[in-house]
């Protein structure tokens, strides 16, 4: 799971696209430059959301994003824009190395009216993040983590779930409690490591 390999399995993927028929969203995953943890020192950003009553997400781990507006150029512009305002990180001079396949939005099990799609860029030392009143943290998850036995879990983070979900925790001690990233962003996650040939379990 070194760049070049990410950079030729996301040059060559032409991601699945679906039709919008209500709102669309946009969100990036934002690989960084780190130390040691294997897989080429790469990090991940995720953001812990702040918790806000009437965000279906509130509180949970994702990547920065959100919902497009009215004057965003396109798709790409809208998971940039709203990484700038989320956390102060400017995605213009980041490598863009490419798109996953889109996802339906759902809230706690339940499906939205939304379509969101993710960009993939490397940014290898973005400055230190200034939060918004969206974001209550930002975590820089070593790439190595996602596919550690010792850190997958089946889990329901959320009252009222019916079933368990696959899910990955990223705290200092993998087998103690913490926070899971599950949902949206694990399915972000299984798309890209499937394409590495390191699927996640479904």
Request: proline share 8%; with cysteine.
């Amino acid at each position: 799971m070194h760049l070049p390999q990410i950079r030729a399995a996301l040059a060559g993927y032409c991601p699945a696209l679906l039709p919008v028929r209500g709102e669309a969203a946009s969100v990036a995953m934002i690989l960084c430059d780190g130390e040691g943890e294997g897989d080429g020192g790469l990090q991940v950003v995720v953001i812990e959301r702040a918790r806000r009553a009437g965000d279906p997400w509130s509180g949970q781990l994702a990547f920065p994003g959100g919902r497009r507006e009215a004057g965003d150029r396109d798709a790409r512009h809208t998971a940039e824009r709203e990484t700038r305002e989320e956390i102060a990180v400017d995605l213009a001079a980041a490598e863009r190395l490419g798109r996953l396949d889109d996802q339906r939005g759902r809230a706690a099990d339940k499906p939205l009216g939304l379509v969101i799609r993710c960009f993939v860029y490397h940014h290898p030392a973005p400055a230190r993040p200034r939060l918004s009143g969206e974001v209550s943290a930002v975590h820089r998850v070593p790439l190595g983590y996602f596919v550690a036995q010792s850190r997958r879990r089946f889990a329901r983070p959320l009252p009222g779930l019916t079933r368990d979900f696959p899910a990955v925790h990223i705290g200092a001690d993998p087998t103690g409690g913490g926070p899971l990233v599950w949902g949206l962003t694990y399915r972000f996650l299984s798309a890209f490591f499937r394409l590495l040939g390191r699927p996640l379990p479904q």
